[in-house]
T-cell receptor, first 111, second 118 residues
Framework: DAKTTQPNSMESNEEEPVHLPCNHS???????IHWYRQLPSQGPEYVIH???SNVNNRMASLAIAEDRKSSTLILHRATLRDAAVYYC????????????FGTGTRLTVIP | DADVTQTPRNRITKTGKRIMLECSQTKGHDRMYWYRQDPGLGLRLIYY???????NKGEISDGYSVSRQAQAKFSLSLESAIPNQTALYFCATSDLNRWIAGGPNEQFFGPGTRLTVL
């Protein structure tokens, strides 16, 4: 599976937007870009996914570069509850389609 | 009630003991997974099962075995526990049909089992 690169940590002030970057320069044409997050003392939870176009849902937005070599998870107004580790994961359409987690980005939200 | 449950939530055991971690789900999903997480690291896949007759090794299966007793139950065993198996263990499920339909094959995780091997 293609690899992703994320910053180890980021900080944001409460109620401000947060842009979490992810580089995936070896992404293949059929790889979906997935984001999961892990709140303290919990299992990971799905946030959003996309293939080529930008995506929005109730939790976040996903902006995908035109060449698909990078993407950005956008939290429009960070809350204290958004403090978590965010994982950017590529998912292929063949094989086992399992999730391969890296170390993610630890987001700290400052009140 | 939680859709994916794990028992026990915490376990302390000694080197050489046999340990079983259990996972149950009420989501009706066919796929189930076991991951472990070490401090400061992401999750690594141990085993996965696409149905009761299908068991597959993941990235780090050595020292572990699994049993898929029913569609809703997937157990992870440590035949002879060792200290470097001290970790947080997560079970997850996903829906094959949702993947076939073009969905993201979203995985749903349990709350985790914290295992300490002394």
């Amino acid at each position: 599976d293609a690899k992703t690169t994320q910053p180890n940590s980021m900080e944001s002030n409460e109620e401000e937007p947060v842009h979490l970057p992810c580089n995936h320069s070896t992404i293949s044409g059929t790889d979906y870009i997935h984001w999961y997050r892990q709140l303290p003392s919990q299992g990971p939870e799905y946030v959003i996914h996309g293939l080529t176009s930008n995506v929005n849902n109730r939790m976040a937005s996903l902006a995908i570069a035109e060449d698909r070599k990078s993407s950005t998870l956008i939290l429009h107004r960070a809350t204290l509850r958004d403090a978590a580790v965010y994982y950017c994961i590529l998912r292929g359409q063949t094989g086992a389609n399992n999730l391969f987690f890296g170390t993610g980005t630890r987001l700290t939200v400052i009140p | 009630d939680a859709d994916v449950t794990q028992t026990p939530r915490n376990r302390i055991t000694k080197t050489g003991k046999r340990i079983m971690l259990e996972c149950s789900q009420t989501k009706g999903h066919d796929r189930m997974y076991w991951y472990r997480q070490d401090p400061g690291l992401g999750l690594r896949l141990i085993y996965y099962s696409f149905d009761v007759k299908d068991i597959n090794k993941g990235e780090i299966s050595d020292g572990y075995s699994v049993s898929r007793q029913a569609q809703a139950k997937f157990s992870l065993s440590l035949e002879s526990a060792i200290p470097n198996q001290t970790a947080l263990y997560f079970c997850a499920t996903s829906d094959l049909n949702r993947w076939i339909a073009g969905g993201p094959n979203e995985q749903f995780f349990g709350p985790g089992t914290r295992l300490t091997v002394l």
